[in-house]
């Protein structure tokens, strides 16, 4: 059985940092791009970052470009996202989510999802 | 980027009725990599369609994806209490990939 379990997420001040992870299991984890989606209160879905099996393409969207980083351990089974210099419209649930193949790829399960506020 | 347009906001309808959902790109979305979600409150999307119109293993075969280019449909038959739920489409040709805004298909 698949399973994303994401964690990290958490209050914090405006213009400080979070890093989420999200582990991973039932699947080859290294055959997969992997994503992370987030969606604000009441909102719908955003894209926020992609990265492919063997992080040779990495995206982001304009929202988070040059403040976000994705990275994966395929040895841990893991995608992460480094969030700095944070934002209150950065609020959301984080979705981390598996591809449906090694480069793009629509989504094909999602964790639960961690909470981001970012408040003072 | 890519915009999503989705159409209608809401769609008000009766279970057994038939739902059509519109999805239209800003610009050619090539391939057809466009997909479709299904989310219920309080948890994640489901991926329901790839490639605009293939199923996904295990969903109904009353939901159906069709269209080409910039303008793209999800058609749910006859449907079912379930059913009832939020919609987004995604286009997976360019990066940043983008979601629509979402059709939510609410019981009349």
């Known amino acids: 059985e698949v399973q994303l379990v994401e964690s990290g997420g958490g209050l914090v001040q405006p213009g400080r940092s979070l890093r989420l992870s999200c582990v991973s299991s039932g699947f080859t984890f290294d055959d997969y791009a992997m994503y992370w989606v987030r969606q604000a209160p009441g909102k719908g879905l955003e894209w926020v970052s992609g990265?492919?099996?063997?992080?040779?393409?990495?995206e982001y969207a304009d929202s988070v470009k040059g403040r976000f980083t994705i990275s994966r351990d395929n040895d841990k089974k893991s995608v992460y996202l480094q969030m700095n210099s944070l934002r209150a419209d950065d609020t959301a649930l984080y979705y981390c989510?598996?591809?449906?193949?090694?480069?793009?790829?629509?989504?094909?399960?999602w964790g639960q999802g961690t909470l981001v506020t970012v408040s003072s | 980027e890519i915009v999503l347009t989705q159409s209608p906001g809401t769609l008000s309808l009766s279970p057994g009725d038939r739902a059509t959902l519109s999805c239209r790109a800003s610009?050619?979305?090539?391939?057809?990599?466009i997909a479709w979600y299904q989310q219920n409150p309080g948890q994640a999307p489901r991926l329901l369609m790839y490639?605009?119109?293939s199923r996904v293993t295990g969903i109904p075969d009353r939901f159906s994806g069709s269209g080409s280019g910039t303008d793209f449909t999800l058609t749910i038959d006859r449907l079912e209490p379930e059913d009832f739920a939020v919609y987004y489409c995604q286009q997976y040709h360019s990066f940043p990939f983008t979601f629509g805004g979402g059709t939510k298909v609410e019981i009349k």
């Open positions: 990265i492919t099996w063997n992080s040779g393409i990495i």
């Open positions: 610009q050619s979305v090539t391939s057809n990599y």
């Open positions: 989510a598996k591809g449906t193949s090694y480069s793009k790829s629509p989504d094909d399960y």
């Open positions: 490639g605009a119109s």
